[in-house]
């Protein structure tokens, strides 16, 4: 009889690249992990440094692995089926390349405008690289989109996004997100569950600063 059992899922990776593991970067990783479980695939936070305590939410989360060993170190034997996710690729990822590839790597990196190309650190590394079109996302949104294109097949331009949004920090205010998003059924940007409040009360902060 034929094997009807599905072909294992994919498993994303996100190589930590800053020292410490900011609010920011403990949402999307939550988010990440939360979104991977769901949709049957693995997620694997990597070169997490043993001294770094990891912040509350992420101490017991299904669907969560974290690694201390960095990606070279944890697949040795796999390097022509790890894909890495890099803005400065020649070529866009395509429903084809979840056939290729069984790994998918990202940069544990804030999003920075202009943005700084910390993803060259993995670059180096040697990886074969693909695109998610031209705009900069936010790590948890290069997951997101990386998932729908390769495990729901459908084409990176055929994503719903919204670019650069902008969000209402309070009655008078207003700060432009230099990223793109996923669209949600709402109609709104997809972001982790508290991302929104962290912008407000980081934008307020940098408001009272100027004062
Ligand atoms: N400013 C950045 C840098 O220094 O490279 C981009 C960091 S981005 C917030 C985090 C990760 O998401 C990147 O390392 C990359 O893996 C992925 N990513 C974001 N936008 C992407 C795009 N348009 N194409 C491919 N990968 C992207």
Redesign the pocket.
Known sequence: MANLSPPPGKTFVVEHLDPELEAWSSLEYYTIASECHNSGAKFLLSSVPKSLKLPANLQHVQGLTVETRGIEDIYTDKKDRVC????A?SQDLSPEDGETFEIF????????DP??????E?RKKGYQG??????????D??VRVTRIVVQDKVAVEQVPYIDHPELKINKNESTQMP??YVKGNDGRPIMPDGMLDLIKKDSEKSLDDLF
């Open positions: 890495l996710l890099d803005p690729a790597l990202f940069g544990g990196i804030l999003g920075d943005p700084r190309d910390r993803t060259s993995l693909r695109r998610l079109g031209p705009v900069q996302m936010t790590t949104t290069a990223f793109r």
